[in-house]
């Protein structure tokens, strides 16, 4: 089952920063969170992840809180072409088989 | 464009019959995962091979197997195929299985009538 919890859809304008929040309170102290998205039935796409610090790429940056039960992901200029459904991925590194276990999502829609 | 094949893209049959999906990872990838995504639905983890040996099992049918190839690339069977398993099938690749970040190729739709 999947340990996330994130808003079904979320709106944002064009040209703005993108939050998108994710609870993950039951997390423990190996398991990294991990964002990804998927763009209208395509494959998903990797885009960040992290343990506790902040992380930034050139896609988008990680906010983890320090007590590490919530998370947001920032897409800090959004475009038409972020429209997709983000995933917030909360996995062990400890494991053996790193199998991702997908929850519902959120769905960001763009406005121009 | 990720580096992962898949193909058919697309594969309509009837219920009862067998089919056969493919998947190539990435070049240098060893570990090969396996999804399947109903309509409006997540992603289900199907099953997980790495360097040609069965490494993790999901929710997997029995009616479902899979193998990895010495060259790497990954075969997903499905048989006596339902109604219900028309689905996405996607397939993802990474370069151990120690490395979460997989690479997913753009998916074979199946539909069963």
């Known amino acids: 089952d999947a340990k996330t919890t994130q808003p079904p859809s979320m709106d944002c304008a064009e040209g703005r920063a993108a939050n998108l929040p994710c609870n993950h309170s039951?997390?423990?102290?190996?398991?990294?969170v991990y964002w990804y998205r998927q763009i209208h039935s395509q494959g998903p796409q990797y885009i960040i992840h992290?343990?506790?610090?902040?992380e930034t790429n050139e896609m988008a940056s990680l906010i983890i809180t320090e007590d590490r039960k919530s998370s947001t992901l920032i897409l800090p200029h959004a475009t038409l072409r972020d429209t997709a459904v983000y995933y917030c991925?909360?996995?062990?590194?400890?494991?053996?088989?790193?199998?991702?276990?997908w929850g519902a999502g959120t769905k960001l829609i763009i406005k121009p | 464009d990720s580096g992962v094949t898949q193909t058919p893209k697309h594969l309509i049959t009837a219920t009862g019959q067998r089919v056969t999906l493919r998947c190539s990872p990435r070049?240098?990838?060893?570990?090969v995962y396996w999804y399947q995504q109903s309509l409006d639905q997540g992603l289900q983890f199907l099953i997980q091979?790495?360097?040609?040996?069965?490494?993790a099992k999901g929710n997997i049918l029995e009616r479902f197997s899979a193998q990895q190839f010495p060259d790497l690339h990954s075969e997903l069977n499905l048989s006596s195929l339902e109604l219900g398993d028309s689905a996405l099938y996607f397939c993802?690749?990474?370069?151990?299985?120690?490395?979460?970040?997989?690479?997913f190729g753009p998916g074979t739709r199946l539909t069963v009538l």
């Open positions: 993802a690749s990474s370069t151990k299985t120690g490395k979460v970040e997989q690479f």
């Open positions: 070049s240098g990838d060893l570990s």
């Open positions: 991925i909360v996995r062990s590194t400890a494991d053996s088989n790193y199998q991702l276990i």
């Open positions: 091979y790495y360097n040609g040996e069965e490494r």
């Open positions: 992290g343990l506790k610090n902040n």
């Open positions: 039951t997390i423990s102290g190996n398991e990294y």
